[in-house]
């Protein structure tokens, strides 16, 4: 299967402060990634779909000058967390779609803001 | 009503017992499938996925749609310890669409 990856795997920091999460697709070409959130025990929900050259497309309720995203190559996608408070605090999944129906995800990014 | 439901389980089973897993949605237009296996503080993997109504087989994994009823299942064969994950049902209108998830349901498989 084609393989995603994300950096950092983990990241504690303090609130009020900004926190980058990098998405890689590491065989393939992305022009479409997608951001999801998960809370411990819950699944995911998708936050936004992050489209090379173009504005991301966030879901209704998730902030977009809150959650920054941009997709400057077919390979990364970047996902900003601002101004980051303690309900920030999250798991973090990438995902991009190498062919149909086959959605590949990243190890994750365990996010803890203090 | 969510539009994926899937009971969060848990679900313990013996090492080699048939493991049935199953999701509903309320969505017609959902006609992707997929199942993905999610270990604990990793990403989801992706087990199989499905197009339309049908049955497909992989391995120990057979994942089954029926549209009409609108009911997916996952079902493993002679289960084993290293099944012990949480288990995703996701769908979605297009092939290279986001995927709208279930719950996800807890199994664990004992020796």
């Known amino acids: 299967g084609a393989v995603v990856s994300q950096h950092p795997s983990r990241v504690i920091c303090k609130s009020g402060t900004s926190v980058k999460i990098e998405c890689r697709s590491l065989?393939?070409?992305?022009?479409?990634m997608f951001w999801y959130r998960q809370f411990p025990k819950k699944s995911l929900m998708l936050m936004a779909t992050s489209n090379e050259g173009s504005k991301a497309t966030y879901e209704q309720g998730v902030e977009k000058d809150k959650f920054l995203i941009n997709h400057a190559s077919l390979t990364l996608s970047t996902l900003t967390v601002t101004s980051a408070h303690p309900e920030d605090s999250s798991f973090y999944i990438c995902?991009?779609?190498?062919?149909?129906?086959?959605?590949?995800f990243g190890p994750g990014t365990r996010l803890t803001v203090t | 009503q969510k539009e994926v439901e899937q009971d969060p389980g848990p679900l313990s089973v013996p090492e080699g017992a048939i493991v049935s897993l199953n999701c509903t949605y309320s969505n017609s237009a959902f006609q992707y499938f997929m199942w993905y296996r999610q270990y604990s503080r990793k990403g989801p993997e992706l087990l199989m996925y499905?197009?339309?109504?049908g049955n497909k087989e992989d391995g120990r994994f057979t994942a089954q749609v029926d549209k009409s009823s609108k009911y997916i299942s996952l079902f493993i064969r002679d289960s084993q310890p290293s099944d012990s994950a949480t288990y995703l049902c996701?769908?979605?209108?297009?092939?290279?669409?986001?995927?709208?998830f279930g719950q996800g349901t807890i199994l664990t498989v004992h020796p």
């Open positions: 996701a769908m979605s209108p297009t092939s290279y669409g986001k995927l709208t």
């Open positions: 065989d393939f070409q992305a022009t479409t």
């Open positions: 995902s991009a779609t190498p062919a149909p129906y086959e959605q590949y």
């Open positions: 499905t197009y339309s109504s």
